[in-house]
């Protein structure tokens, strides 16, 4: 009998420690679930990011066309004509050894500019063109002529005749920041409406493609995806804004491989309003020769060394020589934006107008001082 009372006790005894464990960890499992990691949106200039870029897309894509350039048979037999004057070869032998060329065609993107039809593109998808054709977003088919087209920024503008188009809203490249998600619409391939997604991955980059003596190259890096076709296309932030205009990618075998290059929105606004005003692009210069600084510049410069951009030569009778700049002058800001890079101080001169005055601040025997500098157009132009 005693037996069966001890077994009991302790029966007893082990439920009570067992439901005291219990309730003791308790506690914590529900610690536990409460730090269950929540997914929040990142802020993006205030907001939020979304997961996916529907938005965006939705946005952007109906102002995005595909551009088919093509030479017509009077141009290529014009083209022929040239080439028989400058080739020895062809002169001699003629129709270039004995086969006809063919009129050149080529296929691009474009971003509708403004509801009555201007189109922003690149230089190098329409200038071997006299004919174009434009099929927008909804597959209506117009064509084009060429408004201005400028070599040096590998911008140009053609126009289409209609009305009410779903134009693109433009954003501010100046606020862009490395980091930020971008994508790029256009024509891969012939590709209609294609979007790729990527970061801003530099600003302000040059990399030596613009084969005009006067280029400017301050262009947007991203990781998106662009390819043959996408030239002329948008790239917009995540509210479906333009930020640039796609232009050109790295690669050593003619498709993506890893980096493209956009030319900046506000850039592209200046150039693509004097191309619409005048045809061309009126560009001010400031008429001196510019190095990035480095650690041996500034050792052959005798100055101590600072960021922004060293002044090598003064042009005469240009705009900075008339303004007061001095040669080992250093450039470290624009209206009070800094300059760090050359391509940096092009870029922001090439979007002002011939006859603004600009600030310049510089560094001058270790002293900083503002300059103001009235801007003038080439000597020869």
């Known amino acids: 009998m005693n037996k069966f009372w001890s077994t009991l006790l302790?029966?007893?005894?082990?439920?009570?420690?067992?439901?005291?464990?219990?309730?003791?960890?308790?506690?914590?499992?529900?610690?536990?679930?409460?730090?269950?990691?929540?997914?929040?949106?990142?802020n993006y200039g205030g907001t939020p990011v979304p997961f996916d870029f529907t938005k965006a897309a939705e946005r952007s894509m109906p102002a995005v066309v595909h551009i088919k350039a093509s030479e017509s048979r009077q141009m290529a037999l014009q083209r022929q004509q040239q080439q028989r004057y400058t080739d020895p070869f062809e002169y001699f032998f003629g129709r270039s050894f004995g086969y006809q060329q063919q009129p050149r065609s080529g296929t691009g993107?474009?971003?509708i500019y403004t509801d009555d039809g201007y189109i922003l593109t690149n230089n190098h998808v329409v200038e071997f063109a006299d004919e174009f054709e434009v099929t927008l977003h909804d597959n209506r088919e117009f064509s084009a002529r060429l408004v201005g087209r400028d070599e040096s920024t590998d911008m140009a503008v053609i126009k289409i005749d209609?009305?009410?188009?779903?134009?693109?809203?433009?954003?501010?490249?100046?606020d862009v920041r490395v980091g930020e998600w971008a994508l790029a619409v256009g024509n891969?391939?012939?590709?209609?409406?294609?979007?790729?997604?990527?970061i801003i991955s530099a600003k302000g980059?040059?990399?030596?493609?613009?084969?005009?003596?006067?280029?400017?190259?301050?262009?947007?890096?991203?990781?998106?995806?662009?390819?043959?076709?996408?030239?002329?296309?948008?790239?917009?932030?995540?509210n479906g804004k333009l930020i640039g205009i796609n232009s050109a990618i790295a690669t050593p075998n003619g498709v993506f491989a890893g980096y493209s290059f956009a030319i900046p929105v506000n850039l592209v606004k200046r150039i693509a309003d004097d191309l619409i005003k005048y045809g061309?692009?009126?560009?001010?210069?400031?008429?001196?020769?510019?190095?990035?600084?480095?650690?041996?510049?500034?050792?052959?410069?005798?100055?101590d060394y600072r960021q922004g951009?060293?002044?090598?030569?003064?042009?005469?009778?240009?705009?900075?020589?008339?303004?007061?700049?001095?040669?080992?002058?250093?450039?470290?800001?624009?209206?009070?934006?800094?300059?760090?890079?050359?391509?940096?101080?092009?870029?922001?001169?090439?979007?002002?107008?011939?006859?603004?005055?600009?600030?310049?601040?510089?560094v001058r025997d270790g002293k900083e001082r503002d300059m103001n500098v009235r801007l003038k157009a080439r000597a020869n132009e």
């Open 188 to 198: 891969p391939f012939d590709l209609t409406s294609t979007v790729t997604a990527g």
């Open 162 to 174: 209609a009305k009410e188009l779903p134009f693109i809203e433009i954003g501010n490249s100046d």
């Open 10 to 42: 302790a029966g007893a005894m082990g439920g009570v420690v067992a439901f005291g464990a219990a309730k003791m960890l308790e506690p914590a499992r529900q610690a536990n679930t409460a730090v269950t990691p929540v997914v929040r949106q990142v």
């Open 309 to 362: 951009v060293a002044v090598i030569k003064i042009m005469p009778n240009g705009s900075a020589e008339n303004s007061g700049i001095r040669e080992k002058d250093i450039v470290t800001k624009i209206n009070g934006k800094n300059v760090t890079n050359v391509s940096e101080l092009i870029e922001q001169i090439g979007r002002f107008k011939i006859g603004d005055s600009v600030q310049l601040t510089v």
């Open 280 to 303: 061309e692009y009126r560009r001010p210069y400031l008429g001196v020769d510019i190095a990035p600084m480095d650690t041996y510049l500034a050792n052959q410069l005798g100055v």
């Open 109 to 111: 993107s474009g971003v």
């Open 205 to 238: 980059r040059d990399i030596n493609i613009i084969k005009s003596g006067r280029a400017i190259e301050s262009f947007i890096q991203t990781d998106a995806a662009v390819n043959p076709g996408n030239s002329g296309g948008a790239l917009v932030d995540v």
